[in-house]
């Protein structure tokens, strides 16, 4: 029986052939027409400025584990909520088929004028070109999805080649070596496991004694009461992830506010 992880793996094989053929009949897309006045915005630098806990908000329509969460938001909505509501960034579910997710939605959110992390299962460098012709400043990569290291380190010389940061995924100790081996800046600790689909946010606490000098460190998943983002800034995490909780919400801006309150007030003192 495939795991959760497997069938996101078999989901992207159209999505990559088709961008195989793109780069044989040489017609991949350009990459975004940002200017050097208007550049590709910095999605670390974003978090940082922001202060701990800073608050990445996802745009997410659905999920395996919930099923359909909010069909009812248009992406532009939840960017203008999500904007008013104080998040430093958004992360965009992209992926079709298990998450109802769309590249487009990218393009839709950009107008809000906040870095936005392109969250899909992605595998492939060609992948980080398509990325790139989208108005996304950072993109997932989920230690689990590769082979080692050196798969890793291919992506992530294909993000800097397009001025693209990546987020890199890690569930344990051995995923955590390998982003470190591979070269990996940001560090996103998922308290969800992705083939059980159970969250524990004990895996963020047991992780954080890792964190390094330089590493920005993003907790996600399981996080949706002000309590939780404050112990996830004493325990040395820098961001937080929160998608699932604010989409539940009739006003995810409002829901949001709340907990954008978090880092303001730590670091008005």
Same mark, same amino acid.
């Given at each position: 029986?495939?795991?959760?992880? @497997?069938?996101?793996?078999?989901?992207?094989? #159209? &999505? %990559?052939?088709?961008?195989?053929?793109?780069?044989?009949?040489?017609?991949?897309?350009? !990459?975004?027409?940002?200017?050097?006045?208007?550049?590709?915005?910095?999605?670390?630098?974003?978090?940082?400025?922001?202060?701990?806990?800073?608050? %990445?908000?996802?745009?997410?329509?659905?999920?395996?584990?919930?099923?359909?969460?909010?069909?009812?938001?248009? !992406?532009? =909505?939840?960017?203008?909520?999500?904007?008013? &509501?104080?998040?430093?960034?958004?992360?965009?579910?992209?992926?079709?088929?298990?998450?109802?997710?769309?590249?487009?939605?990218?393009?839709?959110?950009? +107008?809000?004028?906040?870095?936005? /992390?392109?969250?899909?299962?992605?595998? =492939?460098?060609?992948?980080?070109?398509? $990325?790139?012709?989208?108005?996304?400043?950072?993109?997932? *990569?989920?230690?689990?999805? +590769?082979? &080692?290291?050196?798969?890793?380190?291919?992506?992530? @010389?294909?993000?800097?080649?397009?001025?693209?940061?990546?987020?890199?995924?890690? +569930?344990?100790?051995?995923?955590?070596?390998?982003?470190?081996?591979?070269?990996?800046?940001?560090?996103?600790?998922?308290?969800?496991?992705? @083939?059980?689909?159970? $969250?524990?946010? #004990?895996?963020?606490?047991?992780?954080?004694?890792?964190?390094?000098?330089?590493? /920005?460190?993003?907790?996600?998943?399981?996080?949706?009461?002000?309590?939780?983002?404050?112990?996830?800034?004493?325990?040395?995490?820098?961001?937080?992830? %929160?998608?699932?909780?604010?989409?539940?919400?009739? @006003? !995810?801006?409002?829901? *949001?506010?709340?907990?954008?309150?978090?880092?303001?007030?730590?670091?008005?003192?």
């Amino acid at each position: 029986m495939s795991s959760m992880l @497997d069938r996101f793996r078999a989901a992207q094989a #159209g &999505g %990559i052939a088709l961008l195989r053929q793109l780069a044989e009949d040489g017609q991949l897309p350009e !990459p975004w027409p940002f200017s050097d006045i208007n550049a590709r915005p910095g999605f670390s630098k974003a978090l940082r400025a922001a202060g701990a806990p800073a608050v %990445i908000a996802e745009y997410k329509r659905a999920s395996p584990s919930r099923g359909v969460i909010n069909l009812e938001l248009t !992406p532009a =909505d939840v960017a203008r909520m999500y904007a008013d &509501g104080g998040a430093a960034c958004f992360s965009v579910l992209t992926e079709r088929q298990h998450f109802q997710g769309d590249l487009r939605f990218l393009s839709d959110m950009a +107008f809000a004028g906040r870095p936005m /992390l392109r969250k899909d299962f992605l595998l =492939d460098p060609l992948q980080v070109v398509e $990325t790139a012709a989208t108005p996304a400043s950072a993109l997932l *990569l989920i230690m689990r999805m +590769f082979d &080692g290291p050196a798969q890793v380190r291919e992506m992530l @010389d294909a993000c800097r080649q397009f001025e693209l940061e990546a987020v890199c995924e890690v +569930f344990d100790e051995a995923d955590l070596d390998i982003a470190r081996e591979a070269g990996a800046e940001i560090i996103q600790v998922n308290n969800r496991d992705l @083939d059980k689909l159970v $969250t524990d946010l #004990g895996i963020s606490r047991r992780l954080a004694p890792r964190k390094k000098d330089g590493e /920005l460190w993003i907790s996600a998943s399981g996080l949706e009461a002000p309590e939780q983002l404050n112990e996830m800034a004493d325990l040395g995490f820098d961001a937080v992830l %929160i998608g699932t909780s604010l989409m539940c919400q009739t @006003d !995810p801006g409002a829901a *949001l506010k709340k907990l954008a309150a978090v880092a303001q007030t730590r670091n008005a003192k």
